[in-house]
């Protein structure tokens, strides 16, 4: 896959890299969920979805840092930060669905939204990435 000029803007060299690895990372992320659950022999899907999200941040803060970026903590999770810009799974989708479109899911108090503002100290920037096909 080739990185968009967006991802190239955004994250310069790493851009190719990201490109690649961030697909392969989610899907190591849903790999590992789907061990949990199995494992677990719970016939609720609730588990799968809370290793899944955790998993999905601790694989990109690994390719985070194996490409010299950094990796801060908020709320004890790790978020992967390269060329100052967060990597931060909002959201997966089946379909092809534009980030302008990415909210918060309900229930996110405005107070947390503050802290991850505040933790990552992000400009808001009107260009986004284009949507992607899944």
Known sequence: MEPSDWAIKCFGAHAGQLARAVPQRLRNAHVRALAGHAASRLKRNAKYGQILAEAALEELAEEAESLGGEVRLLGGRPYAIIADHALFPYRYESRKVPLQKAR??????????????????????EELPPAVEA
């Open 104 to 125: 918060f899911r309900s229930g996110v108090s405005e107070r947390r939204k503050m802290e991850i503002d505040r933790t990552f100290q992000w400009e808001r920037h």
